[in-house]
């Protein structure tokens, strides 16, 4: 079985593209890193034998992960819907990759599929978002966003109604790459949310992330973490909101609203892996390694079909 570790090298230093590579080397797995930037994506009737990278034919792999952790651009979802249309299984699938990229898609699609996701009301920002309506709509404090942010980079909260107004003017006079989500706040989870972790789209791990009086719970702002078991209902909605984004491998993370409500704040495809030793590890405990197992014993199948 050949197997591909799709990348980017711009996000190569990542630290969990990196315990990725070494926990593959540990294990003499027969998986191949791949900067998708060397990959010729050609598309031509008929059957196709063979893959290019920089140029030279290669062997079509047996399955595909891909970590590209922010460095996911057009050449990356290219080289997915290429290897897909080989019969190659891509764990995550180019609809996961744009379903959980686009955070007011994630939030549709979840919407559409079933009224029992809650997440935050989501305004998506544009020239002509007034202030008073954020105030009628979403209320303050809100939370303003970057469209595909990370790591808590590109996320503000918004107290008032005369501050929401200085981000649309700034807004409004520059030109940006990407597009600005404003988001209800969640105001009983400040500093704390939960992350389940999914493998094979199923339940493998759970762990809360707390920053104290701090806005933000990511581990990269100073978060701390705890690992915990979630009750049944959240793992079932975590699963089921994985099905519908058609999560393989990645996380459903959560807010804690009032009396029990779990609202939905992120999905992610190929989610961060320094939060553990049992990432990098060999224990049956890493939901990486379980992954890796699976989409193998998959491929083989495929394989024998």
Known sequence: MLGWLLVNKETLAE??????????????????????SEVQVLCEPGVIEKCFISGDATEIPDFALSAFFGGNNYQS?????MLESLNVLCVNSSESLNNTADKLLTFQKLGAASSEFLFPKTVLMTSKTKPSFIG??????????????????GVVLIKTEKELENILDIYAAM????????????????????????????YSTAYIRDNGDNFKSNL??????????????????????????????????FL?????????????????????ADAQSDKKSNPLLLTLKNIM????????N
């Open 15 to 36: 630290p969990s593209i990196q315990t990725i590579i070494k926990l593959i080397e540990k294990m003499v797995l027969n998986i191949k890193t791949v900067d998708v």
């Open 77 to 81: 979802k290219a080289v997915v819907k």
């Open 136 to 153: 009628s709509e979403i209320g303050f404090p809100c939370v303003v966003k970057v469209m595909h942010g990370s790591k808590g980079k």
């Open 175 to 202: 030109n940006f790459d990407d597009h600005i989500l404003i988001q209800e706040c969640i105001a009983a989870s400040k500093g704390r949310d939960m992350r389940i972790m999914l493998s094979g789209g199923k």
């Open 220 to 253: 990269s702002q100073g978060g701390e973490l705890q690992f915990l078991t979630p009750s049944d209902q959240v793992i079932e909605i975590a699963e089921k909101a994985a099905a519908v984004l058609d999560i393989y491998f990645g996380s459903i993370d």
């Open 256 to 276: 804690f609203g009032e009396d029990d409500a779990y609202y939905i704040c992120e999905a992610n495809s190929m989610t961060g892996l320094t939060y553990s």
């Open 297 to 304: 014993e998959e491929a083989q199948r495929r394989k024998k």
